[in-house]
């Protein structure tokens, strides 16, 4: 069975610029979730998709941060303008359902922001 | 709101020795706790998944227990390798609710 796809796996950008990141979840799984983990710390959840619609955005910075699931499938988190404090490893994971699940986590993306 | 602490931050052992992490959670109302081991600039790779219900569960030279009721969670790990150099974290489920997480412990195991 695949796990968890995402892309790219590094990126380096100038602050103010954007950025977008890819993730192909598991397939079958209904649940993928966005998280945010600065170096040093645990992952921070930034948003949760139940099939297209959105669970859980509380703590995404919709000010510059937007995400989409489209078809309920893929899913692209995007940036826009990005900030030094921005810089961390984007991880995205899935689950069969909302309710718990074991999640499932791709390798993520490492940002840098300059 | 949930919080997780895990201790300690950080742990270096000689090879071959067992090894205890701990994990406490501020809120004893979870539906499932989870622990991940994280490599260096990858991801999070899941090793054991506790539903609220149980008490432990093992896999290979892991075990992890749940004691729901103090809010706390250990992860052993039995005759310890190099190859278990990692950062361990645990992972709370509040249910319909994302996992809160941990800060982690780094372990390097000492060949």
């Known amino acids: 069975e695949a796990g968890v796809a995402q892309s790219p796996r590094y990126k380096i950008i100038e602050k103010r610029q954007s950025v977008a990141f890819w993730c192909n979840p598991i397939s079958g799984h209904a649940t993928l979730y966005w998280y945010q983990q600065i170096l040093g710390q645990g992952p921070k959840l930034l948003i949760q998709?139940?099939?297209?619609?959105?669970?859980?955005d509380s703590q995404l910075p919709k000010d510059r941060f937007s995400a989409e699931r489209l078809k309920g499938v893929d899913s692209t988190l995007k940036i826009q303008p990005a900030k030094l404090e921005d810089s961390a490893v984007y991880l995205c994971a899935s689950s069969l359902a909302v309710t718990g699940n074991e999640q499932f986590f791709g390798p993520g993306t490492r940002l840098t922001v300059l | 709101k949930q919080e997780v602490t895990q201790i300690p931050a950080a742990l270096s052992v000689p090879e071959g020795e067992n090894l205890v992490l701990n994990c406490s959670f501020t809120?004893?109302?979870?539906?499932?706790l989870q622990w991940f081991r994280q490599d260096p600039g990858k991801g999070l790779t899941s090793l054991l998944l506790i539903q609220s219900s149980q008490r432990e569960q093992t896999s290979g030279r892991l075990n992890a227990s749940l004691d729901k009721s103090s809010g706390r969670s250990t992860l052993y790990i039995a005759a310890s390798q190099p190859g278990d150099s990692a950062t361990y974290l645990c992972a709370v489920s509040p249910g319909n609710t994302p996992l809160v997480f941990g800060k982690g412990t780094r372990l390097s195991v000492i060949a």
């Open positions: 809120d004893s109302a979870i539906y499932n």
């Open positions: 998709f139940q099939n297209n619609g959105v669970v859980d």
